[in-house]
C-alpha cells in the first residue's frame, strides 16, 4: 500500500527553523518519484513549496522560500526531508508531502499521484 506520512510540524517562533520529514512506505521508493512539498493556508489555494527531482535529484523551490528551506531525500530511509530555517508568520500552513512518478520535479499539484495527510506548521511573530 503507497503511503507517505509526513512529521515535524508544530508551533515555532518567527525566526526559527523546523524540519519536516516525509517518510514512503517501501512500494513507493523515493529515489524513482520526484517528491515535492506543498502547502495551504486557512482560506488559500495549495501551492508548491519545493521539490526534488526522481534519479538525479534536482531541486526547485518557489521564490517565497528560496534560500530558507532545503529538500533532501535519503534513499536508505526512503524518506525525504524539508528543512525550514528563518520562518516566517507568512509560512504558516498545512504542509503537504507528495510523489510523481512520472515528471522531473513537477511545481503543480495535478502532476502528483500520491499525497500524504499533512503536518501543520504555525509560525508566530
Known amino acids: 500500500q503507497v503511503q507517505l506520512v509526513e512529521s515535524g510540524g508544530g508551533l515555532v517562533q518567527a525566526g526559527g527553523s523546523l524540519s519536516l520529514s516525509c517518510a514512503a512506505s517501501?512500494?513507493?521508493?523515493?529515489?524513482?518519484?520526484?517528491m515535492g512539498w506543498f502547502r495551504q493556508a486557512p482560506g488559500q489555494e495549495r501551492e508548491f513549496v519545493a521539490a526534488?527531482?526522481?534519479?538525479?535529484?534536482?531541486?526547485s523551490y518557489a521564490d517565497s522560500v528560496k534560500g530558507r528551506f532545503t529538500l533532501s531525500r535519503d534513499n536508505t530511509k526512503n524518506t525525504v526531508t524539508l528543512q525550514m530555517t528563518s520562518l516566517k508568520p507568512e509560512d504558516t500552513a498545512v504542509y503537504y508531502c507528495a510523489a510523481d512518478r512520472r515528471t522531473m520535479g513537477a511545481t503543480k499539484a495535478d502532476n502528483y499521484d500520491y499525497w500524504g495527510q499533512g503536518t501543520r506548521v504555525t509560525v508566530s511573530s
Open positions: 517501501s512500494v513507493l521508493p523515493v529515489s524513482m518519484y520526484s
Open positions: 526534488i527531482s526522481r534519479i538525479v535529484s534536482r531541486t
